[in-house]
């Protein structure tokens, strides 16, 4: 009943920039936290940027300065912003969010995760 949908992915070169976005769709009734986790090959999967509904955001230190996550609350979506991307960036990129829906009269919050979009840095 709820889809997280990512999108804009792709290969870069190192230096370069791309914008990812989630976008939420489905039975919603509030969007709590976002965030937006990586995993790269043989590496467990970490947590890149999150941001609450508020706009409080927080970041992993190896893209503090280089990523930006943002929220258009009114549109159900997140996005992240990379520039200055390093080939040690390279993953799989997935969004995650903290959704409250309501169903029957009660209402239910679970986390949701997206299918998830490559992003490659690579000359």
């Known amino acids: 009943q709820v889809r997280l949908v990512e999108s804009g992915g792709g290969l870069v070169q190192p230096g370069g920039s791309l914008r990812l976005s989630c976008a939420a769709s489905?039975?919603?009734?509030?969007?709590?936290?976002m965030g937006w986790y990586r995993q790269a090959p043989g590496k467990q999967r970490e947590l890149v940027a999150a941001?609450?509904?508020?706009?409080?955001?927080n970041y992993a230190d190896s893209v503090k300065g280089r990523f930006t996550i943002s929220r258009d609350n009114a549109n159900n979506t997140a996005y992240l912003q990379m520039s200055s991307l390093k080939p040690e960036d390279t993953a799989a990129y997935y969004c995650?969010?903290?959704?409250?829906?309501?169903?029957?009269?009660?209402?239910?919050?679970?986390?949701?995760w997206g299918q998830g979009t490559q992003v490659t840095v690579s000359s």
């Open positions: 941001i609450t509904s508020g706009g409080g955001t």
């Open positions: 489905g039975s919603i009734f509030r969007i709590n936290a």
């Open positions: 995650n969010a903290d959704i409250t829906r309501r169903s029957g009269g009660y209402r239910y919050t679970d986390a949701y």
